[in-house]
Structure formats: structure tokens, C-alpha cells
């Protein structure tokens, strides 16, 4: 579903059905990491004007590069660089309208001009982030940041990220 008018009510809608999939399409599910993949796949088929929607999850004291939809990206974030280690080090939620203006920021792909990064927490830690960009200059808003805060509650309780790396994931 393609909902191209950027009114706040099609966005609201837009969300509540983002929300519905993925409750849906993670239903029963305990892999984490199979889950990422279909929600990172759901976000990109769902949400207009996006080149790409993924996960980076904390190992250590970087994040990796996880399920995403969209050209290739960077593998290792250091937390504190770029708009997701950003987000990490100060664990909130980053909506950058023009990432060109972000300092620091990590062109992975240089058609990106706006982001969105939600950290994803368990336990209170961070464990990941969301990550969204988009070609268009100011494509995020208030109504995006709570759709997809919405969204990471859910992950938050779907997922288990202990074994993430280690394979029983």
C-alpha cells in the first residue's frame, strides 16, 4: 500500500497498518534475526519516499550492519559517529532533515538526504537502532517518529537480541 499525500491523517493510517503487519508477519515467530528481515522488508514496502530502512546491532562497542532493505550499506557504525552511533551515544531519537548539514554523517549512500534512527533498548541498553533515509530532503516528521517509536515497542518485545551474533538466534 503506496499512501503518497503526506497529510498526518494518511500517515496515521499508514502506521496503524505498518503496525498490523508487523504484528502479523511476527506472530509465533522467535528468530530474531528472521523477524528483523521481514520488518526491515515490511518498513520499505510500506513507507513512500524511502531508498532505505534497515537494523544496526550493538556488538561491543560498535553497531553491525543487520537485516535491510536497500543498496548495500556501511558494516561497522562507531557509536557516537554518524547519525545511528549518534542516536546510540545519546540515546534518543534522531530526525534529520538534511543529513548534508549532520557533522559526521556516514554516506553510505549518497542518493540519502534525510534520516530517521530509533534506538531499540532491552533491559534499559541499547541493543540496535532502526535506521530510515530517504532521497527526499525533510521526509520525516513528528508523525513518522511516533509511528515508528510504535514500531520499535514491538520489536523491543518480539525480539530477543542476547544471541544475536552467536547463532541460536
Known amino acids: 500500500m503506496y499512501i503518497s499525500e503526506k497529510t498526518s491523517e494518511n500517515k496515521e493510517k499508514m502506521y496503524d497498518l505498518l503496525l498490523r503487519k508487523l504484528k502479523v508477519i511476527t506472530d509465533g515467530v522467535d528468530c530474531t534475526l528472521s523477524n528483523l528481515s521481514n520488518i526491515s522488508a515490511l518498513i520499505f514496502d510500506i513507507l513512500p519516499d524511502i531508498n532505505w530502512a534497515g537494523f544496526y546491532l550493538k556488538k561491543n562497542d560498535e553497531l553491525l550492519l543487520g537485516p535491510f532493505g536497500g543498496k548495500p550499506a556501511c558494516v ?15 540515546n534518543k531519537t534522531m530526525l534529520i532533515d538534511n543529513v548534508h548539514k549532520f557533522p559526521g554523517h556516514i554516506a553510505c549512500d549518497g542518493a540519502s538526504n534525510s534520516e530517521i534512527v530509533i534506538p531499540i533498548r532491552q533491559k534499559g541498553k ?23 517509536e510504535k514500531a520499535v515497542e514491538i520489536i523491543e518485545k518480539i525480539c530477543d537480541f542476547n544471541n544475536v551474533f552467536d547463532g541460536k538466534n
Open 76 to 90: 561497522k557504525i562507531e557509536i557516537g559517529k554518524g547519525v545511528c552511533g549518534t542516536a546510540v551515544a545519546e
Open 126 to 148: 541499547i541493543v540496535g537502532v532502526l535506521d530510515i533515509d530517504s532521497p527526499n530532503l525533510n521526509r520525516f516528521d513528528e508523525t513518522d517518529r511516533e509511528g515508528l
